[in-house]
């Protein structure tokens, strides 16, 4: 027999979740979210979810497992490709050679956006100055992100010089798959960081990417998000959301619009 949430547990699965996570769960969702947390129901043999739900609101490590069956993570590398040319034609030529070049993404999933910005640094600036930080509130992908192990497939996207350059094709047990540059991970470094807070251990960059995250939040939320990431961002920096997104319900008096879903900091 199907074990079904109930319209009140899922109420409940959607406060624990607006409160960690600040993820608005819409109504809709709720079959989603039956399934994803099945999982965990079948693992601790639950025949219903009012017991994983009454562990959860117990168990710090079981919140982390279902946030982590919660959030979407769909990436890919070089998406968005307009905002990888505005970076390289307008933001990199104008970096002083001297300076280290800090860049955060900031919603990273398992990695793809960082690797892509990696190869671009590594290939057009053509020096090791340069730092990238990925930080997810999803502990697994930011797990898969310090590996930087991908489906063969995903390579189509990466232009065929750096593909040839810093995608290693896995052979044996990695068939079907590539291995990013171990070059690379040198400058890199992956951690876990939630949105809803001030991330100040991961210091002040040069460039943000907040990309295809904001979408998840309600305004209030939104406001609160990107307050805690500009405070991480230079004056002069720059502040990448998704070209789908968009900032006009809150307040960004501290940003200038440059490009589509791209703003700098002025003060
Ligand atoms: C759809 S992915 C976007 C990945 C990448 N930025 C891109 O554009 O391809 C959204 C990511 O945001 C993360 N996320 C959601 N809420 C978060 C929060 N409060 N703090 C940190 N990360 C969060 C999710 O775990 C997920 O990996």
Not at 43 to 72: C, G, H, P, S
Not at 118 to 143: C, E, F, P
Not at 207 to 214: A, E, G, Q, S, T
Request: aromatic residues 12%; contains cysteine.
């Amino acid at each position: 027999m199907a074990i079904i949430l109930a319209d009140n547990e899922f109420i409940t699965v959607q406060k624990l979740i607006f409160a960690e996570v600040g993820i608005d769960l819409q109504s809709s969702k709720k079959l989603l979210v039956q399934s994803r947390l099945l999982k965990r129901l079948l693992f601790y043999k639950f025949d219903n979810y009012l017991d994983y739900i009454r562990l959860v609101q117990v168990n710090a490590k079981e919140r982390i497992e279902m946030i982590n069956l919660i959030t979407t993570n769909e990436t890919y590398f070089f998406r968005e490709i307009d905002h990888y040319e505005y970076l390289q034609k307008e933001i990199l030529p104008k970096h002083p050679f001297k300076a280290k070049f800090r860049f955060w993404s900031a919603a990273a999933s398992v990695g793809a956006e960082a690797y892509s910005i990696a190869m671009l640094l590594d290939k057009s600036m053509a020096r090791s100055d340069w730092k990238i930080v990925g930080t997810d509130i999803n502990t697994d992908v930011i797990k898969k992100a310090r590996i930087g192990l991908y489906p063969a497939k995903w390579a189509d996207k990466i232009p065929l010089e750096l593909k040839r350059e810093y995608c290693l094709k896995g052979r044996g047990r990695h068939e079907g798959q590539f291995l990013m540059d171990r070059g690379l991970v040198e400058n890199m470094e992956f951690s876990v960081g939630n949105l809803m807070k001030y991330n100040g251990e991961v210091g002040k960059f040069d460039v943000i990417w907040l990309r295809n995250v904001l979408i998840y939040f309600d305004d209030d939320t939104k406001q609160l998000v990107v307050d805690n990431v500009l405070k991480n961002l230079k004056v002069g920096g720059y502040f990448f959301i998704s070209l789908t997104e968009n900032l006009n319900m809150i307040n960004t008096a501290s940003l200038e619009s440059v490009a589509t879903s791209v703003y700098k900091k002025i003060k």
